[in-house]
Protein backbone atom coordinates (compact mmCIF):
# COMPACT_ATOMS: atom_id res chain seq x y z
CA UNK A 1 0.00 0.00 0.00
CA UNK A 2 3.09 2.22 -0.26
CA UNK A 3 0.90 5.54 -2.56
CA UNK A 4 0.31 8.50 -1.15
CA UNK A 5 -3.31 10.05 -1.45
CA UNK A 6 -3.35 13.54 -2.33
CA UNK A 7 -3.82 15.71 0.84
CA UNK A 8 -7.37 16.22 1.75
CA UNK A 9 -8.48 13.61 -0.36
CA UNK A 10 -9.44 11.30 3.17
CA UNK A 11 -11.09 15.01 4.60
CA UNK A 12 -12.77 14.70 1.56
CA UNK A 13 -14.00 10.98 1.26
CA UNK A 14 -14.87 11.18 5.75
CA UNK A 15 -16.70 14.09 4.51
CA UNK A 16 -18.73 11.82 2.47
CA UNK A 17 -19.15 9.25 4.56
CA UNK A 18 -20.70 11.72 7.21
CA UNK A 19 -23.21 12.86 4.97
CA UNK A 20 -24.28 9.66 3.96
CA UNK A 21 -24.83 8.87 7.39
CA UNK A 22 -26.76 11.68 8.01
CA UNK A 23 -29.24 11.06 5.61
CA UNK A 24 -29.08 7.57 6.53
CA UNK A 25 -30.02 8.29 10.09
CA UNK A 26 -32.84 10.49 8.27
CA UNK A 27 -33.81 8.00 7.03
CA UNK A 28 -34.05 5.72 9.86
CA UNK A 29 -36.72 7.47 11.62
CA UNK A 30 -38.76 5.37 9.17
CA UNK A 31 -38.09 2.56 10.62
CA UNK A 32 -37.88 3.29 14.21
CA UNK A 33 -40.82 1.37 15.10
CA UNK A 34 -39.56 -1.79 14.07
CA UNK A 35 -36.17 -1.75 15.17
CA UNK A 36 -36.20 -4.25 17.14
CA UNK A 37 -37.03 -7.15 14.09
CA UNK A 38 -33.65 -6.66 13.11
CA UNK A 39 -30.78 -8.75 13.88
CA UNK A 40 -28.16 -7.00 16.11
CA UNK A 41 -25.18 -9.17 16.84
CA UNK A 42 -23.87 -12.35 16.42
CA UNK A 43 -25.15 -14.04 19.84
CA UNK A 44 -28.57 -14.10 21.76
CA UNK A 45 -31.43 -14.96 20.03
CA UNK A 46 -31.67 -17.28 17.48
CA UNK A 47 -29.20 -19.64 19.74
CA UNK A 48 -31.66 -19.48 22.58
CA UNK A 49 -34.53 -20.31 20.17
CA UNK A 50 -35.34 -24.18 20.37
CA UNK A 51 -35.44 -24.03 16.29
CA UNK A 52 -32.43 -21.62 15.74
CA UNK A 53 -32.13 -21.17 11.99
CA UNK A 54 -35.29 -20.98 11.03
CA UNK A 55 -35.97 -17.57 12.80
CA UNK A 56 -32.69 -16.74 11.64
CA UNK A 57 -32.70 -17.08 8.35
CA UNK A 58 -36.10 -15.76 8.17
CA UNK A 59 -34.60 -12.29 9.33
CA UNK A 60 -31.70 -12.83 7.37
CA UNK A 61 -33.95 -13.44 4.24
CA UNK A 62 -35.17 -9.31 4.29
CA UNK A 63 -31.56 -8.35 5.29
CA UNK A 64 -30.20 -9.94 2.23
CA UNK A 65 -31.19 -7.03 -0.47
CA UNK A 66 -28.04 -5.97 -1.73
CA UNK A 67 -29.58 -2.03 -1.73
CA UNK A 68 -30.03 -2.04 1.86
CA UNK A 69 -27.76 -4.43 3.39
CA UNK A 70 -25.48 -1.73 4.78
CA UNK A 71 -27.92 0.84 5.59
CA UNK A 72 -27.74 2.29 8.74
CA UNK A 73 -30.90 2.55 10.62
CA UNK A 74 -30.36 3.17 14.16
CA UNK A 75 -27.49 4.66 16.70
CA UNK A 76 -26.62 0.54 17.63
CA UNK A 77 -26.04 -0.41 13.74
CA UNK A 78 -24.14 2.51 13.81
CA UNK A 79 -21.99 1.30 16.63
CA UNK A 80 -21.53 -2.44 15.22
CA UNK A 81 -20.21 -0.98 12.23
CA UNK A 82 -17.67 1.41 13.23
CA UNK A 83 -16.76 -1.72 16.19
CA UNK A 84 -16.26 -4.01 13.51
CA UNK A 85 -14.18 -2.24 11.42
CA UNK A 86 -11.63 -1.25 14.42
CA UNK A 87 -11.77 -5.17 15.43
CA UNK A 88 -12.27 -6.88 12.10
CA UNK A 89 -11.41 -4.83 9.76
CA UNK A 90 -14.31 -5.36 8.02
CA UNK A 91 -17.71 -4.20 7.54
CA UNK A 92 -19.08 -6.73 10.22
CA UNK A 93 -23.12 -4.89 9.80
CA UNK A 94 -23.08 -6.22 6.14
CA UNK A 95 -21.67 -9.20 7.27
CA UNK A 96 -24.10 -10.14 10.16
CA UNK A 97 -27.16 -9.44 8.20
CA UNK A 98 -26.06 -12.23 5.47
CA UNK A 99 -26.14 -14.70 7.81
CA UNK A 100 -24.85 -18.08 8.15
CA UNK A 101 -25.33 -18.67 4.63
CA UNK A 102 -25.92 -17.01 1.33
CA UNK A 103 -26.01 -17.98 -2.32
CA UNK A 104 -22.91 -16.73 -4.25
CA UNK A 105 -22.31 -17.07 -7.41
CA UNK A 106 -19.78 -19.94 -9.36
CA UNK A 107 -17.35 -18.64 -10.84
CA UNK A 108 -16.19 -21.42 -11.98
CA UNK A 109 -15.16 -21.52 -15.91
CA UNK A 110 -17.80 -23.56 -18.23
CA UNK A 111 -15.76 -26.53 -18.48
CA UNK A 112 -14.75 -27.11 -14.69
CA UNK A 113 -19.33 -27.72 -14.72
CA UNK A 114 -18.35 -31.22 -16.69
CA UNK A 115 -15.61 -32.57 -15.18
CA UNK A 116 -16.29 -35.44 -13.13
CA UNK A 117 -14.66 -36.44 -9.95
CA UNK A 118 -13.53 -40.70 -9.19
CA UNK A 119 -15.81 -41.67 -6.33
CA UNK A 120 -13.50 -42.90 -3.83
CA UNK A 121 -11.40 -39.70 -2.96
CA UNK A 122 -9.97 -39.54 0.46
CA UNK A 123 -11.77 -37.53 3.23
CA UNK A 124 -10.75 -34.04 4.34
CA UNK A 125 -10.06 -32.61 7.63
CA UNK A 126 -10.80 -29.29 7.44
CA UNK A 127 -8.75 -26.96 9.86
CA UNK A 128 -10.09 -23.04 10.44
CA UNK A 129 -7.98 -21.45 12.98
CA UNK A 130 -8.61 -18.03 13.88
CA UNK A 131 -8.16 -15.07 17.05
CA UNK A 132 -11.14 -12.81 16.97
CA UNK A 133 -12.69 -13.60 14.29
CA UNK A 134 -16.18 -12.13 14.14
CA UNK A 135 -18.72 -14.27 15.00
CA UNK A 136 -20.73 -14.42 11.36
CA UNK A 137 -17.13 -14.43 9.28
CA UNK A 138 -16.30 -17.51 11.13
CA UNK A 139 -19.63 -19.11 11.11
CA UNK A 140 -20.26 -18.42 8.04
CA UNK A 141 -16.92 -20.32 6.45
CA UNK A 142 -18.10 -23.28 8.22
CA UNK A 143 -21.91 -23.30 7.56
CA UNK A 144 -20.18 -22.49 3.90
CA UNK A 145 -18.56 -25.99 4.03
CA UNK A 146 -21.11 -28.07 5.36
CA UNK A 147 -23.31 -26.94 2.66
CA UNK A 148 -21.37 -27.12 -0.01
CA UNK A 149 -19.56 -30.24 0.28
CA UNK A 150 -20.43 -33.67 0.16
CA UNK A 151 -21.28 -34.94 3.53
CA UNK A 152 -18.60 -38.04 2.60
CA UNK A 153 -15.71 -35.80 1.53
CA UNK A 154 -15.68 -33.77 4.93
CA UNK A 155 -14.51 -36.24 8.15
CA UNK A 156 -14.24 -33.33 10.17
CA UNK A 157 -14.29 -29.79 10.51
CA UNK A 158 -11.17 -28.93 13.31
CA UNK A 159 -11.61 -25.43 14.83
CA UNK A 160 -8.77 -23.95 16.18
CA UNK A 161 -9.23 -20.81 18.33
CA UNK A 162 -6.11 -19.03 19.31
CA UNK A 163 -7.04 -17.36 22.36
CA UNK A 164 -9.62 -15.17 20.78
CA UNK A 165 -10.95 -12.90 24.03
CA UNK A 166 -14.30 -11.36 22.17
CA UNK A 167 -17.19 -12.73 24.61
CA UNK A 168 -19.28 -14.65 21.78
CA UNK A 169 -16.70 -16.91 20.81
CA UNK A 170 -15.66 -18.62 24.59
CA UNK A 171 -19.11 -20.40 26.25
CA UNK A 172 -21.27 -19.33 22.97
CA UNK A 173 -19.16 -21.04 20.50
CA UNK A 174 -19.34 -23.92 22.14
CA UNK A 175 -22.44 -24.48 22.72
CA UNK A 176 -23.52 -23.79 18.87
CA UNK A 177 -21.04 -25.93 17.50
CA UNK A 178 -21.62 -28.87 19.36
CA UNK A 179 -25.23 -28.70 17.35
CA UNK A 180 -23.19 -28.83 14.41
CA UNK A 181 -22.09 -32.06 12.89
CA UNK A 182 -18.58 -33.01 12.52
CA UNK A 183 -17.04 -29.78 14.22
CA UNK A 184 -14.78 -29.67 16.52
CA UNK A 185 -13.47 -26.74 18.86
CA UNK A 186 -9.94 -26.68 19.72
CA UNK A 187 -8.31 -23.87 22.17
CA UNK A 188 -4.67 -23.20 22.36
CA UNK A 189 -3.74 -22.60 25.98
CA UNK A 190 -1.71 -19.76 25.24
CA UNK A 191 -1.28 -17.35 22.60
CA UNK A 192 0.49 -19.52 19.66
CA UNK A 193 -0.09 -17.56 16.35
CA UNK A 194 -1.91 -19.05 13.16
CA UNK A 195 1.46 -21.07 12.37
CA UNK A 196 1.67 -22.99 15.45
CA UNK A 197 -1.99 -22.78 15.72
CA UNK A 198 -2.51 -24.96 12.21
CA UNK A 199 0.30 -27.48 13.61
CA UNK A 200 -1.85 -28.05 16.37
CA UNK A 201 -5.29 -28.57 14.15
CA UNK A 202 -3.04 -30.83 11.74
CA UNK A 203 -2.03 -32.54 14.83
CA UNK A 204 -5.40 -33.78 16.28
CA UNK A 205 -6.78 -34.27 12.40
CA UNK A 206 -7.65 -37.90 11.19
CA UNK A 207 -8.64 -37.04 7.94
CA UNK A 208 -6.73 -38.14 4.71
CA UNK A 209 -6.49 -34.62 3.69
CA UNK A 210 -5.45 -31.68 5.29
CA UNK A 211 -7.38 -28.40 4.20
CA UNK A 212 -6.39 -25.38 5.85
CA UNK A 213 -9.22 -22.40 5.31
CA UNK A 214 -8.77 -18.86 6.89
CA UNK A 215 -11.49 -18.37 9.37
CA UNK A 216 -13.37 -15.61 6.82
CA UNK A 217 -13.83 -17.42 3.74
CA UNK A 218 -17.36 -18.95 2.03
CA UNK A 219 -16.28 -21.58 -0.09
CA UNK A 220 -17.86 -22.37 -3.62
CA UNK A 221 -20.07 -24.87 -5.07
CA UNK A 222 -17.80 -28.07 -5.44
CA UNK A 223 -14.73 -26.94 -4.18
CA UNK A 224 -13.25 -29.45 -2.71
CA UNK A 225 -13.25 -32.82 -5.46
CA UNK A 226 -11.00 -31.12 -7.55
CA UNK A 227 -8.13 -30.32 -4.71
CA UNK A 228 -8.49 -33.88 -3.85
CA UNK A 229 -8.87 -35.34 -6.90
CA UNK A 230 -5.29 -34.02 -7.22
CA UNK A 231 -3.63 -35.17 -4.26
CA UNK A 232 -5.48 -38.46 -5.02
CA UNK A 233 -3.33 -38.91 -8.10
CA UNK A 234 -0.01 -38.06 -6.61
CA UNK A 235 -0.12 -37.40 -2.59
CA UNK A 236 2.74 -34.98 -2.93
CA UNK A 237 1.32 -32.20 -4.63
CA UNK A 238 -0.26 -29.92 -2.31
CA UNK A 239 -2.83 -27.98 -3.99
CA UNK A 240 -4.77 -24.55 -3.31
CA UNK A 241 -8.20 -22.94 -4.81
CA UNK A 242 -8.42 -20.26 -6.83
CA UNK A 243 -9.28 -17.09 -3.95
CA UNK A 244 -12.35 -15.05 -4.70
CA UNK A 245 -12.69 -11.44 -3.40
CA UNK A 246 -15.14 -10.97 -0.80
CA UNK A 247 -15.19 -7.06 -0.90
CA UNK A 248 -14.50 -5.75 2.95
CA UNK A 249 -17.09 -2.70 2.69
CA UNK A 250 -20.15 -4.63 0.60
CA UNK A 251 -19.27 -8.53 0.95
CA UNK A 252 -19.83 -8.59 -2.58
CA UNK A 253 -18.24 -11.54 -3.93
CA UNK A 254 -16.40 -11.22 -7.09
CA UNK A 255 -14.75 -13.95 -9.10
CA UNK A 256 -10.69 -13.46 -9.15
CA UNK A 257 -8.20 -14.20 -12.91
CA UNK A 258 -6.15 -16.45 -12.66
CA UNK A 259 -2.81 -15.79 -11.07
CA UNK A 260 0.40 -17.36 -9.35
CA UNK A 261 1.82 -16.79 -6.70
CA UNK A 262 5.85 -15.35 -6.67
CA UNK A 263 7.89 -13.67 -3.86
CA UNK A 264 10.38 -10.79 -4.31
CA UNK A 265 13.64 -10.43 -2.38
CA UNK A 266 12.45 -8.64 0.75
CA UNK A 267 10.70 -12.37 0.96
CA UNK A 268 6.91 -10.37 0.06
CA UNK A 269 4.33 -13.21 -1.26
CA UNK A 270 3.19 -11.25 -4.36
CA UNK A 271 0.45 -12.66 -7.03
CA UNK A 272 1.55 -12.14 -10.35
CA UNK A 273 -0.69 -12.91 -13.78
CA UNK A 274 0.63 -16.18 -16.00
CA UNK A 275 2.94 -16.70 -17.81
CA UNK A 276 1.40 -16.11 -21.52
CA UNK A 277 2.16 -19.36 -22.82
CA UNK A 278 -0.17 -20.98 -19.87
CA UNK A 279 -3.69 -19.83 -21.11
CA UNK A 280 -4.40 -20.39 -25.19
CA UNK A 281 -6.86 -22.74 -25.07
CA UNK A 282 -9.89 -22.96 -23.15
CA UNK A 283 -8.63 -25.81 -21.51
CA UNK A 284 -5.82 -23.79 -20.34
CA UNK A 285 -8.44 -22.25 -18.27
CA UNK A 286 -9.30 -25.57 -16.09
CA UNK A 287 -6.04 -27.17 -16.15
CA UNK A 288 -3.98 -27.16 -12.64
CA UNK A 289 -1.54 -23.97 -12.65
CA UNK A 290 1.99 -24.44 -11.35
CA UNK A 291 2.89 -21.77 -8.60
CA UNK A 292 6.08 -21.03 -7.24
CA UNK A 293 4.61 -19.45 -4.11
CA UNK A 294 1.07 -19.83 -1.89
CA UNK A 295 -0.66 -17.01 -0.49
CA UNK A 296 -0.73 -19.39 2.57
CA UNK A 297 -4.21 -19.14 4.26
CA UNK A 298 -5.96 -21.67 2.07
CA UNK A 299 -4.55 -25.16 0.53
CA UNK A 300 -4.99 -28.54 0.97
CA UNK A 301 -2.00 -31.49 1.54
CA UNK A 302 -1.97 -35.20 2.16
CA UNK A 303 -2.02 -35.24 6.01
CA UNK A 304 0.96 -38.09 5.97
CA UNK A 305 2.93 -35.90 3.67
CA UNK A 306 2.37 -32.51 5.84
CA UNK A 307 4.09 -34.49 9.04
CA UNK A 308 6.57 -36.23 6.20
CA UNK A 309 7.68 -32.95 4.97
CA UNK A 310 8.11 -31.10 8.56
CA UNK A 311 4.39 -29.26 9.08
CA UNK A 312 5.29 -25.82 9.68
CA UNK A 313 8.78 -24.29 11.39
CA UNK A 314 7.39 -24.41 15.20
CA UNK A 315 9.88 -21.39 15.56
CA UNK A 316 7.90 -18.98 13.83
CA UNK A 317 5.99 -16.55 15.82
CA UNK A 318 2.78 -15.28 14.78
CA UNK A 319 2.21 -14.55 11.45
CA UNK A 320 3.92 -13.95 8.13
CA UNK A 321 6.81 -15.76 6.14
CA UNK A 322 5.05 -19.03 6.57
CA UNK A 323 4.03 -19.46 3.54
CA UNK A 324 6.90 -19.08 1.54
CA UNK A 325 8.63 -21.42 3.65
CA UNK A 326 5.98 -23.73 2.98
CA UNK A 327 6.37 -23.28 -0.33
CA UNK A 328 10.22 -23.63 -0.87
CA UNK A 329 9.83 -26.66 0.76
CA UNK A 330 7.51 -28.33 -0.88
CA UNK A 331 9.29 -27.51 -4.44
CA UNK A 332 12.87 -28.22 -3.59
CA UNK A 333 12.42 -31.42 -1.52
CA UNK A 334 10.37 -33.50 -4.09
CA UNK A 335 6.65 -31.96 -4.11
CA UNK A 336 5.00 -29.92 -5.90
CA UNK A 337 2.54 -26.86 -5.72
CA UNK A 338 -0.68 -25.97 -7.79
CA UNK A 339 -3.14 -23.99 -8.09
CA UNK A 340 -6.46 -25.23 -9.43
CA UNK A 341 -8.37 -23.28 -11.33
CA UNK A 342 -12.36 -25.15 -10.78
CA UNK A 343 -11.64 -24.96 -6.96
CA UNK A 344 -12.77 -21.50 -6.03
CA UNK A 345 -13.00 -20.18 -2.45
CA UNK A 346 -13.97 -16.73 -1.34
CA UNK A 347 -12.10 -14.94 1.33
CA UNK A 348 -12.33 -11.45 2.63
CA UNK A 349 -9.36 -9.20 1.34
CA UNK A 350 -8.88 -6.12 3.76
CA UNK A 351 -6.77 -3.49 3.68
CA UNK A 352 -4.94 -3.81 6.76
CA UNK A 353 -4.48 -6.42 10.13
CA UNK A 354 -6.79 -5.97 12.72
CA UNK A 355 -4.93 -7.81 15.28
CA UNK A 356 -1.28 -7.50 16.67
CA UNK A 357 0.89 -10.06 18.01
CA UNK A 358 0.88 -9.02 21.27
CA UNK A 359 4.80 -8.77 23.11
CA UNK A 360 6.06 -10.60 19.53
CA UNK A 361 7.32 -7.47 17.78
CA UNK A 362 7.48 -7.68 14.37
CA UNK A 363 6.96 -11.39 13.07
CA UNK A 364 6.77 -10.88 9.52
CA UNK A 365 10.70 -9.82 9.77
CA UNK A 366 11.59 -12.98 12.64
CA UNK A 367 9.64 -15.65 10.66
CA UNK A 368 11.21 -14.06 7.24
CA UNK A 369 15.01 -13.94 8.66
CA UNK A 370 14.47 -17.62 9.32
CA UNK A 371 12.85 -18.72 6.24
CA UNK A 372 15.98 -16.89 4.47
CA UNK A 373 18.28 -18.90 6.85
CA UNK A 374 17.38 -22.18 6.34
CA UNK A 375 16.41 -22.15 2.36
CA UNK A 376 17.83 -18.92 0.22
CA UNK A 377 21.43 -20.43 0.63
CA UNK A 378 24.00 -17.57 -0.82
CA UNK A 379 20.82 -16.03 -2.20
CA UNK A 380 20.02 -14.45 1.09
CA UNK A 381 22.33 -11.71 0.86
CA UNK A 382 19.90 -10.69 -1.62
CA UNK A 383 17.10 -10.32 1.14
CA UNK A 384 19.64 -8.77 3.54
CA UNK A 385 20.47 -5.88 0.80
CA UNK A 386 16.34 -5.22 0.80
CA UNK A 387 16.52 -5.75 4.48
CA UNK A 388 19.62 -3.55 5.93
CA UNK A 389 17.73 -3.54 8.95
CA UNK A 390 17.53 -7.35 9.95
CA UNK A 391 21.71 -7.80 9.47
CA UNK A 392 22.40 -8.84 12.80
CA UNK A 393 19.09 -8.94 14.88
CA UNK A 394 18.34 -12.34 15.80
CA UNK A 395 16.22 -15.12 14.60
CA UNK A 396 15.93 -17.45 16.70
CA UNK A 397 17.29 -21.13 16.46
CA UNK A 398 16.78 -22.61 13.21
CA UNK A 399 19.48 -26.14 13.59
CA UNK A 400 16.09 -28.22 13.85
CA UNK A 401 14.82 -26.74 10.45
CA UNK A 402 18.11 -26.97 8.84
CA UNK A 403 18.45 -30.86 9.70
CA UNK A 404 15.14 -31.30 8.58
CA UNK A 405 16.41 -30.03 4.86
CA UNK A 406 19.36 -31.95 4.89
CA UNK A 407 17.24 -35.34 6.06
CA UNK A 408 14.88 -34.79 3.30
CA UNK A 409 17.44 -34.46 0.72
CA UNK A 410 15.89 -31.68 -0.42
CA UNK A 411 17.53 -28.94 -3.65
CA UNK A 412 18.92 -26.13 -3.90
CA UNK A 413 17.80 -22.60 -3.83
CA UNK A 414 19.25 -22.16 -6.78
CA UNK A 415 17.74 -24.97 -8.32
CA UNK A 416 14.47 -23.86 -7.45
CA UNK A 417 14.84 -20.66 -9.01
CA UNK A 418 16.34 -22.30 -12.44
CA UNK A 419 13.64 -24.97 -12.53
CA UNK A 420 10.32 -23.06 -10.99
CA UNK A 421 10.74 -19.44 -10.64
CA UNK A 422 13.07 -18.55 -13.98
CA UNK A 423 10.87 -15.05 -13.87
CA UNK A 424 11.90 -13.56 -10.72
CA UNK A 425 14.63 -10.75 -11.45
CA UNK A 426 18.08 -10.43 -9.07
CA UNK A 427 18.09 -7.71 -7.68
CA UNK A 428 21.36 -5.80 -9.55
CA UNK A 429 19.97 -6.74 -12.87
CA UNK A 430 17.27 -3.85 -12.23
CA UNK A 431 14.30 -5.74 -12.97
CA UNK A 432 11.47 -4.92 -10.99
CA UNK A 433 9.50 -7.60 -9.69
CA UNK A 434 6.58 -5.26 -8.57
CA UNK A 435 5.28 -4.07 -11.71
CA UNK A 436 3.74 -7.38 -12.13
CA UNK A 437 2.06 -7.50 -9.46
CA UNK A 438 -1.88 -7.86 -9.03
CA UNK A 439 -3.30 -6.65 -6.41
CA UNK A 440 -7.05 -7.22 -5.20
CA UNK A 441 -7.42 -3.70 -4.62
CA UNK A 442 -5.75 -2.86 -7.78
CA UNK A 443 -9.43 -1.73 -9.30
CA UNK A 444 -9.81 0.23 -6.38
CA UNK A 445 -6.52 2.31 -6.12
CA UNK A 446 -7.03 4.84 -9.58
CA UNK A 447 -8.67 7.55 -7.26
CA UNK A 448 -9.56 10.55 -8.95
CA UNK A 449 -10.97 13.69 -7.51
CA UNK A 450 -13.60 14.88 -8.94
CA UNK A 451 -14.25 17.87 -6.61
CA UNK A 452 -12.80 19.81 -3.54
CA UNK A 453 -13.77 21.95 -1.39
CA UNK A 454 -15.90 22.53 1.88
CA UNK A 455 -19.00 20.12 2.61
CA UNK A 456 -21.84 23.02 4.13
CA UNK A 457 -24.99 22.57 5.73
CA UNK A 458 -26.75 25.78 3.79
CA UNK A 459 -29.43 25.69 6.81
CA UNK A 460 -27.25 26.29 9.70
CA UNK A 461 -23.74 27.38 7.75
CA UNK A 462 -21.80 24.18 9.35
CA UNK A 463 -19.40 23.02 7.79
CA UNK A 464 -17.29 19.21 7.88
CA UNK A 465 -14.16 19.37 9.56
CA UNK A 466 -11.85 17.23 10.96
CA UNK A 467 -9.46 18.20 13.93
CA UNK A 468 -6.10 16.70 13.38
CA UNK A 469 -4.52 16.05 10.26
CA UNK A 470 -7.17 16.45 6.94
CA UNK A 471 -4.77 13.35 5.63
CA UNK A 472 -5.29 11.45 8.78
CA UNK A 473 -6.51 7.47 7.95
CA UNK A 474 -10.21 7.01 9.68
CA UNK A 475 -10.16 10.55 11.37
CA UNK A 476 -13.51 11.50 13.17
CA UNK A 477 -15.23 14.52 11.42
CA UNK A 478 -17.25 17.38 13.20
CA UNK A 479 -19.23 19.86 12.93
CA UNK A 480 -17.99 23.51 12.68
CA UNK A 481 -19.10 26.90 12.00
CA UNK A 482 -17.76 27.25 8.50
CA UNK A 483 -16.63 30.82 9.44
CA UNK A 484 -14.32 29.50 12.26
CA UNK A 485 -12.73 26.38 9.56
CA UNK A 486 -12.19 29.55 7.18
CA UNK A 487 -10.37 31.23 9.95
CA UNK A 488 -8.27 28.75 10.76
CA UNK A 489 -7.13 27.85 7.46
CA UNK A 490 -6.51 31.04 6.54
CA UNK A 491 -3.85 31.21 9.18
CA UNK A 492 -2.36 28.38 8.44
CA UNK A 493 -1.29 29.21 5.21
C1 LIG B 1 -27.74 -25.39 1.83
O1 LIG B 1 -28.48 -24.27 2.25
C2 LIG B 1 -29.64 -24.05 1.48
C3 LIG B 1 -30.25 -22.74 1.90
O2 LIG B 1 -30.38 -22.64 3.29
C4 LIG B 1 -30.58 -25.22 1.63
O3 LIG B 1 -31.71 -25.02 0.86
C5 LIG B 1 -29.85 -26.47 1.19
O4 LIG B 1 -30.65 -27.59 1.40
C6 LIG B 1 -28.55 -26.64 1.92
N1 LIG B 1 -27.82 -27.75 1.36
C7 LIG B 1 -27.08 -28.56 2.08
C8 LIG B 1 -26.38 -29.64 1.36
O5 LIG B 1 -26.96 -28.44 3.29
C1 LIG C 1 4.47 -37.04 -7.92
O1 LIG C 1 4.92 -35.71 -8.10
C2 LIG C 1 6.32 -35.56 -7.92
C3 LIG C 1 6.63 -34.09 -7.97
O2 LIG C 1 6.14 -33.46 -9.10
C4 LIG C 1 7.04 -36.37 -8.99
O3 LIG C 1 8.45 -36.23 -8.84
C5 LIG C 1 6.65 -37.82 -8.84
O4 LIG C 1 7.21 -38.58 -9.86
C6 LIG C 1 5.13 -37.97 -8.89
N1 LIG C 1 4.77 -39.34 -8.52
C7 LIG C 1 3.96 -40.05 -9.26
C8 LIG C 1 3.66 -41.42 -8.75
O5 LIG C 1 3.49 -39.66 -10.31
MN1 LIG D 1 -7.37 -13.90 5.68
Redo the contacts with the bound molecule.
Keep these: MGYKLPTRYFALCSFMILMFWMLLNAVSLLYLGSNDKYFTRGHGRHLQNDSPSDDF?REMAQEKDPNTLGLIRNKEDQTIREHGYEKHAFNELVSNRLGF?REIQDTRHELCKSIRYSSNLPSASIIICFHNEAWSTLLRTVHSV??RTAENLVHEIILVDDQSNLEELKDELENYVEKLPKVKLLRTVQREGLIRGRTLGAKSATGEVLVFLDSHCEVNKDWLPPLLERIKENRTTVVCPVIDMINSDTFDYQSSPLVRGGFNWGLHFSWEPLPKHLLVKPEDYVLPIRSPTMAGGLFAMDRNYFSQLGQYDEGMNIWGGENLEISFRIWMCGGSLEIIPCSRVGHIFRRWRPYGSDSKGDTMSYNSMRVAEVWLDDYKKYFYQIKKGLVGEPFGDVTSRTELRKRLNCKTFKWYLKNIYPEINLPQEGGSVKSNMWNPHGLQKEKVIVKKGNLQNVGNSLCLDIPGRSSEKRATVLLRDCQEIHAMVSQTK
Aim: aromatic share 24%; hydrophobic share 25%.
Design positions: EYLN
